[in-house]
DNA sequence: TACAAGATCCCCT
DNA sequence: GGGGATCTTGTAC
């Protein structure tokens, strides 16, 4: 059980981290609640170049400004008005990559993840979507820029690998807005695991 | 200053 | 399987 270090963060292809991500584990202390799981699902988005990102073509906004600092700290917005969504900042100072959890299969603070989804069993509503992991997980747009070397919100290797047979690629969930960069095989998922979201990408 | 749309999820049919 | 919730953000005027 090791943190990963920030050079794990600073690697330039996000695709290869959103791959390397199935099978960690990510977890946050919050109120003196250890809660997390083992990530399942993931999604890469490649800075400038890519259409599905926000920021494209170079947008520097409020929003996506944390996108351009150095790997290993969390971008965390709100979508829809409703639903926080938790990415790790990826690459170095300059570029604008990143990865989406979408999905962990809970492991630690079960009760407490139930609590704050207002769930009463164990069901997969509970982890099972990006929006809905953040929610369990207690973080909010208010952790955005957080380091993800600190005691808050970090990810860990607890020694899980999975095969190439065993982790899925497909398309983005949700991004039809980009084009031809929504087909994309960016989205990695393990296969089997019913921790992975119900969505369906559009292709 | 205004408006349209969004990296989603829940609940009802 | 489909529509509505809900409000921030980006861009246009």
Known sequence: MSKLPLSFYTRPDSVTIARDLIGKHFYSCLDGVLTGGMIVETEA?????????????GRRTKRTQIMYETGGVAYVY???????????????????????????????????????????????????????LTQAMGISTL???TSLLGKEIWLEDRGDSFSEE??????????????????????????????????????
């Open 78 to 132: 709100l979508i829809y008005g409703i639903y926080s969504l938790f990415n790790i900042v990826t690459n170095v100072e300059g570029t604008a990559d990143a990865v989406l959890i979408r999905a962990i299969a809970p492991l630690e603070g079960l009760g407490e993840m139930q609590l704050r989804r207002g769930l009463s069993k164990l069901e997969t509503r509970l982890t099972a979507g990006p929006g809905l």
């Open 166 to 203: 065993e982790v899925l690629a497909g398309p983005r969930v949700g991004v039809a807005y980009a084009g031809e960069d929504a087909k994309l095989p960016w989205r990695f998922s393990l296969k089997g695991s019913k921790w992975v979201s119900k969505a369906k990408p559009t292709y």
């Open 143 to 145: 952790h955005n820029g």
């Open 45 to 57: 988005y490649s800075g400038v170049d890519d259409a599905a990102c926000h920021a494209h073509l």
